[in-house]
């Protein structure tokens, strides 16, 4: 035996089953992520059944979200009868929708209290704009109060008249979120421009009267397009109204539902295979595309994955050069002695510092001091409302390139002394200077270690929720910080972001049962795009590292 551990072997049992743990709880958290994730978007089937109490009978109508197993003294506790000889009880979780006449979604109800379930194929399920989903039985289609189907062929009429109506509805999205919003944007321009007029001392009263005139002229003109536009939208909304339907709720409440405030219907207990793969995709594909409803725990996350690549990519082009830099005076520069190397260990410590000290000086020194001067000094005339003195995606960029900094540092670094000394010398044999060995030997074979930091910043970066949540990151953003207004990129505006909308949706939704199934959807989705710009970056550090190596050879 203890040659056995003289030799070195159970170290080496022991490290291989540690990385075969972690491996296993790594796959494991994928799975549970993938599998609750995309399975949020699988049209479950739509269950009634009469629930009984004392006599008192009930008929619930929708679908099935969890089954679990618990035991009977904590159904007790919590004011279900329950046979006194029974231990343990099954109970539902179901998804009821219809927020609007109950005032909940999900309700847990007790096996032992329902009766069979039923499987009604002339069920329906609707997925609203606003008060959640529907869950009914349909009666009629009805078009200016007209009635214009009803029976069997009302579900037909009704996904006809629902495209329509969601194409007048997409329109009114469309004209409200860009020309609208142009027009709005130009007109506090205007404004400002006014203002800047009025504050520049270098201006004589008649030059400062004729901006003025010009500027208010130019108001007018908005204000004219605007009124017209507006005309145009409120036409649209009546059409996108014209068309309603009249169902019924298990309880047999008759109700009346505008198509413009639906967003998709289906008869789950109909559908074939294909119908529901086909459902599955327009749904994962409205989840990746759309924009969120609800309070975030509806509709899509596009402004949260556009604002997360956004944020990245900014932060990669501000820390790379300054990583590389750095990295470089360190090892090729600067002389090796005490301070280089309080140096070294103050940049290794400062990769162990809490994000939210990062975030905390980001707030402090980028959004109040830098920020605040800038609207001091360029934007005077929309002070006190600051412009880049307040959260931004250009300070959450910046704060998380000097978290991610001490990472390309390193590994720069590490890429740098692993290059042969003989190289340098032979480069400087063959008559170069330094600063040509620098740039045409040494630099282009470290670039791989280079590529190396970018990535584990990327990835830390793109995970980090808490420095954000003070410099940047915000619930909802009513606009893109791009658009087709100059100057295209707006750095000055928040963004949402992937991971705060994690915490957001998970933490800080009022429907917690409604918002489960999307934190597992978004961490997949982030988990996701961190793997893709991994990825992309580990394939040009690959190629890069074949060109060198081959032109090496």
């Known amino acids: 035996m203890r040659k056995w551990f ?47 109490v004392d006599g008192e009978e009930r008929v619930i109508l929708g679908s099935i979200r969890t089954v679990e197993t618990v035991t009977a003294q904590a159904v007790r506790e919590s004011g279900v009868e329950v046979p006194e000889d029974q231990e343990v009880v099954t109970r539902y979780l179901f998804h009821l929708g219809n927020r609007d006449v109950t005032g909940q979604d999900f309700e847990w109800f007790v096996e032992d209290l329902l009766s069979e379930f039923r499987y009604p194929e002339n069920a329906i399920m609707l997925e609203r ?9 349909l009666v009629s289609i009805k078009e200016d109060g007209e009635v214009v189907a009803e029976g069997e062929t009302a579900f037909e009429e009704l996904k006809e008249r629902l495209e329509r109506s969601t194409s007048l509805v997409q329109e009114t999205v469309r004209m409200e979120r860009y020309e609208i919003g142009r027009i709005n944007y130009l007109i506090e321009q205007e404004r400002l ?92 594909w409205g989840f990746m595309s759309g924009y969120p409803r609800e309070a975030n725990t509806e509709g899509g996350i596009f402004p949260a994955i556009f604002g997360t690549v956004m944020m990245v990519l900014i932060m990669s082009i501000v820390v790379t050069p300054f990583g590389v830099l750095a990295a470089i005076y360190l090892r090729e520069y600067a002389k090796q002695g005490p301070i280089t190397r309080i140096v070294r260990i103050s940049v290794n410590n400062l990769a162990g510092v809490p994000s939210i000290v990062f975030g905390v000086f980001g707030l402090g020194f980028f959004v109040y001091f830098l920020g605040g001067n800038i609207d001091q000094l360029f934007y005077p005339e929309a002070l006190p409302a600051p412009t880049f003195g307040s959260p931004a995606l250009i300070w959450a960029s910046l704060t998380l390139a000097l978290l991610t900094l001490p990472v390309v540092i390193v590994s720069t670094e590490e890429g740098l002394t692993r290059i042969p000394k003989a190289m340098r010398e032979g480069s400087l044999a063959l008559g170069a200077t330094k600063a040509e060995t620098l740039w045409k030997v040494i630099v282009p074979v470290s670039t791989p270690a280079m590529m190396t930091g970018l990535i584990l910043a990327v990835a830390r970066a793109a995970g980090e929720v808490a420095p954000l949540m003070l410099v940047g990151v ?17 750095l000055e505006r928040r963004i949402m972001h992937l991971g705060f909308h994690i915490y957001d949706v998970g933490f800080q939704s009022p429907n917690a049962e409604a918002a489960r199934p999307l934190v597992y959807a978004t961490a997949l989705v982030l988990v996701g795009l961190i793997l893709v710009l991994n990825l992309t970056a580990i394939a040009i550090r690959n190629r890069l590292r074949e060109k060198y190596k081959s032109e090496s050879d």
């Open 474 to 490: 915000v619930k909802l953003a009513p606009n893109l910080p791009v658009d087709g207004q100059f100057p295209y990129i707006h």
């Open 129 to 137: 704009q606003e008060w959640g989903n529907f869950f009914g039985y």
């Open 6 to 52: 003289q030799s070195g072997d159970p170290w080496i049992w022991l490290i291989g089953g540690a990385v075969s743990i972690s491996v296993v709880m790594v796959l494991g958290l994928l799975l549970l992520i993938g599998a609750r994730g995309l399975g949020h978007f699988w049209q479950p089937p739509i269950v009634e059944a009469t629930h009984t």
């Open 193 to 284: 421009a006014q203002r800047r007029a009025e504050l520049n001392d270098r201006l004589s009263d008649d030059e400062r009267a004729d901006i003025v005139a010009q500027s208010i002229a130019e108001v007018a003109r908005l204000n004219e397009e605007y009124q017209e536009l507006h005309a145009e939208l409120l036409e649209l909304r009546a059409r996108a109204r014209r068309d309603s339907l009249v169902a019924l709720t298990a309880d047999g409440e008759e109700r009346t539902i505008s198509l413009s405030q639906v967003v998709r219907a289906t008869r789950a207990n109909t559908m074939s295979v294909g119908d529901k793969l086909a459902e599955y995709g327009s749904r994962l």
